[in-house]
T-cell receptor, first 112, second 112 residues
Framework: GENVEQHPSTLSVQEGDSAVIKCTYS??????FPWYKQELGKGPQLIID?????GEKKDQRIAVTLNKTAKHFSLHITETQPEDSAVYFC???????????FGTGTRLQVTL | DAGITQSPRHKVTETGTPVTLRCHQT?????MYWYRQDPGHGLRLIHY???????DKGEVSDGYSVSRSKTEDFLLTLESATSSQTSVYFC???????????FGPGTRLTVT
């Protein structure tokens, strides 16, 4: 089955700096890659996703890039703010019933 | 949380007792999923449903069963709870075509 690895497990940045979280996947048939943000005590919230027919997608301060050849994708957050502090999860899906395989998460802390 | 409720939100039970968790959606989405979240493991798929009375196993299905008698309700049952099933359980829904999954607020289950 699919295996998704996520790095780093923790990331601390200063407010205004950029943050990058990287994930690799094992199944070359995976074609859908969402990113979720989870705040303490809440369910994961979908923040951005990318499909295998595009290499990059941007939404205001967040962007995701996909390298199908290398089988890795990354989340980029620019101009970080304290409210960006949360746990971020990447995931991959081959499309069968949209089942997701998740990475183990990155705890992002944005310090003042 | 995209019209998804989970009940109960917290439960403490003893080893060997049966437990049923409920997920209810108001979005009329076709797909529903149960995940468990444990430290160091991210979210792992337990079971999913692709329609009324249509269910299938995920990667960690042992010890769990599910039922879906109505589009809006997806039940997760632990027939005989064990301490290893102490976890936070999340329900998710997906319309299917768009592939996006939306998560409920979670149920924290403790098995003593």
């Amino acid at each position: 089955g699919e295996n998704v690895e996520q790095h780093p497990s923790t990331l601390s940045v200063q407010e205004g700096d950029s943050a990058v979280i990287k994930c690799t996947y094992s199944d070359s048939a995976s074609n859908y890659f969402p990113w979720y943000k989870q705040e303490l005590g809440k369910g994961p919230q979908l923040i951005i996703d990318i499909r295998s027919n595009v290499g990059e997608k941007k939404d205001q301060r967040i962007a995701v890039t996909l390298n199908k050849t290398a089988k890795h994708f990354s989340l980029h957050i620019t101009e970080t703010q304290p409210e960006d502090s949360a746990v971020y999860f990447c995931a991959a899906s081959t499309g069968t019933a949209s089942k997701l395989t998740f990475g183990t998460g990155t705890r992002l802390q944005v310090t003042l | 949380d995209a019209g998804i409720t989970q009940s109960p939100r917290h439960k403490v039970t003893e080893t060997g007792t049966p437990v049923t968790l409920r997920c209810h959606q108001t979005e009329n989405h076709r797909y529903m999923y149960w995940y468990r979240q444990d430290p160091g493991h991210g979210l792992r798929l337990i079971h999913y449903s692709y329609g009324v009375k249509d269910t299938d196993k995920g990667e960690v299905s042992d010890g769990y069963s599910v039922s879906r008698s109505k589009t809006e309700d997806f039940l997760l049952t632990l027939e005989s709870a064990t301490s290893s099933q102490t976890s936070v359980y999340f329900c998710a829904i997906s319309e299917g075509t768009s592939r996006e999954q939306y998560f409920g607020p979670g149920t924290r289950l403790t098995v003593t």
